[in-house]
C-alpha cells in the first residue's frame, strides 16, 4: 500500500513538472479588443540581364488591427484592417513611394499614384476573417465584396505599354484571396493550437503570394522556453516554388519561378495569454534563375533576394 501511494506522489509530481514546463498556444482574443501591430522590412532583390546586375531595394512599413467579433468552438471571426501601408521601392537610383496615407489617383500617369490610390482604398475596408485556433486564415468572408470595392474604376487605368501590364498585375496580385490571406497570417499563424513543452517542436505548411510568385513555405518551429507570460520560440523556413506554380505575366513576356529556393530564420516572443506575436524578427534568403520567355526569346535570368523583417505588438 505504502508502495503504491509512493509511486501515485512521484507520478503526480512528475506530471506538476510537466506541466511547468507546457503551455497552450493557440489564439485566445478576448471579444472587441483591438490589438495592434507594426510590421517593417527591408528586401535587395539582385537580377542580373545580359551579364549586366540589376538591383532593387525596397522597404516596408505595415500597421494592422486585429479585433475578434465572434467565436465557437472551432473557429473565430476577426476584423482585419490595414491601417497603413507604406512601400519605398529605389530601382536603380529611381525611389517610388506607394502610401495608403495618401488618396492617390487612378487615372495619373505615375504608376506610384495608382498604386497608392488602391492601398488607400484597402486601408479603408475592413477585412472579416475565419480563423482557427492555430491563427490559419480559412476564409475571407467579405473576399469578393471587397476585391469589388478596391478593383472599381481601374478600367479607366490611362498607363500605357509595358508598365501598364505591370501594374494592372500587381494589383490583381494585390487582391487576390491569398495575397490578403498571406498579409494576415504574418501576424497570426505561428502556432501549434495544442499544448507543448520546452524543446518541442511543430511544423507549418502554406502556400503563399510573394510578388505574383506562388510559393511554398514549411516552417519547423522549436519552444526554447517559457517565462511567464511570453514563450520563446526560434523557426525555420523552406521556401521553393509551389509545384505547377503559374507564371507571372509582365510586358508580353511570361516569367517562370520552377528554380527559386530559399531559407528564413526567425525568433519570436509570443503572448502565452493570446497567442499573438509580442515581436518577430527574421532573416531570408532565396535565389535561382527565372525563365523568361516572350515572342521571338527565351532566356535565364539569375536573382538574389535577401531581406529582414521585424514585427512587434503596439500597445
Known sequence: MKKILLLCIIALFCMSIMAQNGVILKLNLEKNKVYRFSSASEQTVSQTINGNQQTTETKTNNTVSIKMVDATTDFMIAEVRF?????????????????????????SSEASDVLSSIMNRLSKNALYIKLDFTGKVLEIINSK???????????????????ASGVKAQIKNMVSDNALKTMVEVFT???????????????????????GMSLNIITNYHLNGVSGNTADITAESNIK????????EAGGAKITYDDLNGLSKSSMVIDTR??????NKAKTHISGNLGITGPGYSMQMPMDISGESRVIALQ
Open 274 to 279: 493570446t497567442g499573438l506575436v509580442v515581436e
Open 145 to 163: 465584396m471587397l476585391s469589388d470595392v478596391i478593383m472599381k474604376d481601374t478600367s479607366s487605368i490611362t498607363l500605357t505599354g509595358p508598365m
Open 189 to 211: 499563424y505561428n502556432l501549434p493550437g495544442k499544448q507543448v513543452t520546452k524543446g518541442e517542436n511543430w511544423k507549418i505548411t502554406l502556400n503563399t503570394n510573394s510578388g
Open 241 to 248: 516554388a509551389a509545384q505547377n506554380a503559374a507564371p507571372m
Open 83 to 107: 491601417d497603413s501601408i507604406v512601400y519605398n521601392n529605389n530601382a536603380m537610383g529611381k525611389t517610388t513611394i506607394v502610401s495608403s496615407v495618401s488618396e492617390g489617383n487612378i487615372k
